[in-house]
């Protein structure tokens, strides 16, 4: 029993100290996570050795993790590929240290999904995540008004880059938008998890990231649509049933109201000049009108990314490797380097092929259909933290679409994290 407490509150701290360095983007940092996550699993292989047997839960999403390290691994073997290199990949170190970093994410997706198991954990883990998500956007606000005082290098809390800063921050508002809408909590606690989610919202806004907020956009919308059954299914008898359906399209329509009003007041807190300049930014940027005749925007590192993919169709040019393999098809001056494509499902395919995205794929439609899967639990808190989990996963898996937040390392841990409370059965397989 206390290695399981043990466990279960180291995880809570990886949690919370993960962005503290600049989300953990830099090697040193990246390391320090990975070395902390093998430190726990080491507890945990402790723990089996002296019980005799491994407290493991069975989840599927694990599989698409184990898929991926195999493709790094295929990447790095000395197979050959032509053009000099002795692999697949454009370069070796860095897909070996990708891979090292797949294995500490699956560790701690399995610790998580392991030993963050029955409902007290589970709320407390949500408490953790939220407060974490809260004092990030706080600070985030306060650097705006009174000046770099914390994490010089950062405009956004912890964070270097605004989009990586609302990325972070939408996974929370999902959490607390879950137990919102779950009536699961007494009035003070509803005051107060409305209270974060604004706090959050407002960092959001604050970023001025368009891709946080059409994601958080979409969050708000998708909560309000999966909160439909959700009534639906807890409501008593046929008789009252068709009231009901009624109170839920106007609860949900509220919901969606409430959302937008929190957003809108949140942008007029905090100022939407920002957020308003990048706005009217976006169509020089999608028609490339770049100065000086440099041509640097996502449409252009997308074509070239596409181009890249289509000599490099099947299983990629390595995991990590993406920079290096990228120069021979940026088309720009090569004043600015090109390091990610600033889309994650183009990367992945980039990165591992027409099998990674499969595997990316695969993922995605497990994590889904089982998330639904476990919100129909009768248990009204833990339906509420699946559905919260659900939509802050759906917020980053929008928000990736125009950004690499699944590449920053705390963002990544949060996605595994909410992934597990998403799809835990809250069962254990030993051996």
Not at 56 to 82: K, M
Not at 192 to 200: D, E, F, G, K, N
Not at 201 to 223: D, K, M, W
Request: with cysteine; hydrophobic share 50%.
């Amino acid at each position: 029993m206390i290695f399981d407490k043990i466990i279960f509150y180291a995880l809570l701290i990886l949690l919370a100290l993960a962005p503290l360095p600049y989300g953990a983007v830099e090697a040193w940092s990246t390391a320090l996570w990975e070395l902390c996550v093998f430190a726990v699993a080491m507890i945990w292989a402790a723990q089996a050795a002296i019980e005799g047997r491994l407290k493991i839960a069975v989840n599927p999403l694990a599989l698409p993790l184990i898929a991926l390290l195999g493709v790094a691994i295929v990447q790095i073997l000395p197979v050959g590929s032509g053009g000099g290199r002795q692999t697949i990949s454009y370069d070796a170190y860095v897909t070996s240290q990708a891979a090292i970093k797949i294995f500490a994410s699956l560790c701690f997706f399995l610790l998580f999904t392991t030993f963050v198991s029955d409902d007290n954990r589970r709320y407390l883990a949500v408490n953790v995540i939220i407060a974490m998500c809260v004092l990030i956007a706080l600070v985030g606000i306060g650097q705006s008004y009174i000046g770099k005082m914390l994490w010089q290098r950062g405009a956004y809390g912890p964070f270097v880059n605004r989009n990586h800063f609302a990325g972070f921050l939408e996974m929370g508002v999902g959490l607390a938008g879950g137990l919102i809408i779950g009536r699961v909590v007494k009035q003070l606690m509803l005051a107060i998890y409305a209270s974060c989610a604004l706090a959050m919202c407002a960092g959001i806004a604050l970023s001025a990231s368009r891709g946080g907020l059409l994601a958080l956009g979409a969050e708000i919308v998708f909560l309000a649509i999966i909160a439909i059954p959700n009534f639906i299914s807890s409501r008593k008898s046929k008789d009252s049933l068709r009231p009901s359906r009624a109170g839920i399209l106007l609860r949900s329509a509220a919901a969606m109201i409430l959302g937008f009003a929190a957003l809108g007041g949140a942008t007029l807190l905090v100022g939407s000049e920002g957020l308003i300049q990048n706005i009217t930014q976006t169509g020089s940027e999608i028609e490339s009108e770049s100065t000086s005749g440099e041509r640097f925007s996502r449409r252009e590192i997308w074509s070239s990314t596409s181009q890249l993919i289509k000599d490099h169709p099947y299983i990629g040019v390595g995991l990590g490797a993406y920079q290096f393999a990228y120069t021979r098809y940026d088309q720009s001056s090569g004043a600015q380097r090109v390091e990610q494509s600033h889309n994650d499902y183009l990367q992945i395919v980039a990165d591992a092929g027409l099998v990674g995205g499969l595997i990316a794929l695969a993922f995605l439609i497990l994590l889904f259909v089982r998330g639904f899967s476990a919100a129909q639990s009768r248990n009204m808190e833990n339906r509420a933290i699946t559905m919260g989990a659900l939509a802050g996963c759906f917020a980053i898996s929008v928000h990736s679409f125009v950004e690499f937040n699944l590449q920053i390392t705390s963002n990544a841990q949060l996605f595994l994290a909410l992934a597990a409370l998403a799809t835990s059965e809250h069962k254990h397989y030993e051996e």
